[in-house]
């Protein structure tokens, strides 16, 4: 399976993603167990002949539903597999500039797309001549993300506890994760959304290794 580490990926990326690949061991038992049941919804879809959307929602739509979109999207790219990601929230904020720049200390190229200051567009890129994420704080049910026939991935415990029903999600998997805005305003705020980052990027690939396997 051809994967973008053999293409044109930005070099930083690439050794960040092979970094985080090696430490699969690092994530518990029960916590691939949780994974497991993601990729496997992916992985239905895929031999179902469609393409698998997943939609991260966190409360704001701010740090941790961003960072999965993200991540699992360059997974599931580095796969070579038929999957959409998304993100959303039960409100709508910004994409928060702390992990934006987690983000770029990481090697992505991430721009400016438009001028609304409360809610800045991002257009994120990992490779020279990759296709480029289009990311803001929305809604969950908001466009581009789609109404009917995905997961819901529901990031942050309050998001899930917010929304005892996400109308048009085929499957509703939580994958909670911390929030690394304890760590705003603090000498440890660049420590606490890079592992953030680490561990969101891990448990994507792990979720996209795990589906490529069996299709």
Partial sequence: MQTLLSQDIFPSVAVFIADRKAEFDL??????????????????????????HLVFICTHNSRRSQFA????????????????TYSGGTET???????????????????????????????????????RMSCFSKKFCDEPNPRSGY???????????????????????????D???????????VAVYDQRSRQICREMLYVMDSTSKSI
């Fill in 27 to 52: 994530i518990p038992i029960e916590r691939k167990a949780v994974l497991e049941r993601l990729s496997g919804y992916a992985r239905a879809r895929i031999i179902d002949g469609k393409t698998a």
């Fill in 69 to 84: 979109q993200v991540w699992a999207q360059v997974a599931a790219d580095l796969y070579n597999l038929k999957i959409k």
């Fill in 93 to 131: 904020t910004a994409f928060n500039p702390r992990a934006i720049e987690s983000l770029r200390r990481v090697g992505l190229s991430i721009e400016v797309n438009g001028t609304d200051e409360g809610n800045p567009h991002y257009l994120i890129s990992y490779a020279q001549n990759g296709a």
């Fill in 151 to 177: 997961c819901a991935v529901m990031t942050c415990s309050h998001a899930d506890e917010a929304c005892p029903m996400v109308i048009g999600c085929d499957l509703r998997i939580p994958v909670m994760y």
């Fill in 179 to 189: 929030d690394p805005k304890v760590a705003d305003d603090t000498v440890e705020e």
